[in-house]
């Protein structure tokens, strides 16, 4: 069974860091791309990150660019988003979700954790 | 970057009625690569249906997706109580970035 468990989100003022953790199981991690996206409350869902399954390509939206980095550990079957220069407009649920494609992006996703909670807020 | 709106923003019917969703592209999607998904209160979204119209693995037939180009429809053909949730649809034909339409709301009347 596919799992991947968010985990890492706080309350946080503007400003701050953040790493956030997922810790992926259930199928062969490193043969996967996996994303971050996330959603502000009571509101849409945004695509915030991607990485490719060696970890070669990444990607970022417009509005994390610069301030967000995604990374993944294929030894610990574990993805991360470090976020820097938090801004309240970041407060969100922050799902890791993996891509349906195996060895290639197909950029939709299949499977998603169930979140975790990053609050900016001084 | 493709601006997805869906259409309605909240759609109310009952229980064995047929609904039907609409997301329109700003911008032709290529090849059909435009994704389904539901969300419940509480959950994490659900992949229903790729490539517009193939469903997912577990998905029940009385949901269908059809469309290309610039106008998509996700039909539920007869409605199920647990159906009742948000659905969002998503572009990934010029990825990245994905890009999310702003979700219909399908409430129980």
């Known amino acids: 069974e596919v799992q991947l468990v968010e985990s890492g989100g706080v309350v946080v003022q503007p400003g701050g860091s953040l790493r956030l953790s997922c810790a992926a199981s259930g199928f062969t991690f490193d043969d996967y791309t996996m994303h971050w996206v996330r959603q502000a409350p009571g509101k849409g869902l945004e695509w915030v990150s991607l990485i490719s399954w060696d970890g070669g390509s990444t990607y970022y939206a417009d509005s994390v660019k610069g301030r967000f980095t995604i990374s993944r550990d294929n030894s610990k079957n574990s993805l991360y988003l470090q976020m820097n220069s938090l801004r309240t407009e970041d407060t969100a649920l922050y799902y890791c979700a993996k891509d349906y494609g195996v060895l290639t992006s197909e950029y939709y996703f299949d499977y998603w954790g169930q979140g975790t909670l990053v609050t900016v807020s001084s | 970057e493709i601006v997805l709106t869906q259409s309605p923003g909240t759609l109310s019917l009952s229980p064995g009625e047929r609904a039907t969703l609409s997301c329109r592209a700003s911008q032709s999607v290529s090849s059909s690569y435009l994704a389904w998904y539901q969300q419940k209160p509480g959950q994490a979204p659900r992949l229903l249906i790729y490539g517009a119209s193939s469903r997912a693995t577990g998905i029940p037939d009385r949901f269908s997706g059809s469309g290309s180009g610039t106008d998509f429809t996700l039909t539920i053909s007869r409605l199920e109580p647990e159906d009742f949730a948000v659905y969002y649809c998503?572009?990934?034909?010029?990825?990245?970035?994905?890009?999310f339409g702003q979700g219909t709301k399908l409430e129980i009347k």
């Open positions: 998503q572009q990934y034909g010029s990825s990245p970035p994905n890009t």
